[in-house]
């Protein structure tokens, strides 16, 4: 039987670099990089880019195709 799985709850639609860094355990120019390159969303809000943690989640289950891998 398939099961669908929810996304994890959020802290909050948007993050800082400094913060995901923070949260992901990655370096902060490592961060820096993934948004420079496009790999991580982002969005604007006034002068400020943050990163967009709602747009990631669903890249990451439309990557999955919507089913977590079980080990």
């Not at 992901?24 to 790999?39: A, D, F, S």
Request: aromatic share 4%; charged share 25%; glycine share 8%.
């Amino acid at each position: 039987m398939s099961e669908q799985l929810d996304p994890p709850p959020v802290k909050a639609p948007v993050s800082t670099q400094e913060q995901y860094a923070i949260d992901t355990g990655l370096t902060l120019p490592t961060v820096r990089g993934q948004v420079e390159r496009g790999h991580l969303p982002t969005i604007k809000i006034g002068r400020y880019r943050f990163i967009n943690i709602i747009k990631l989640a669903q890249r990451c289950l439309e990557d999955d195709g919507g089913k977590a891998k079980q080990r």
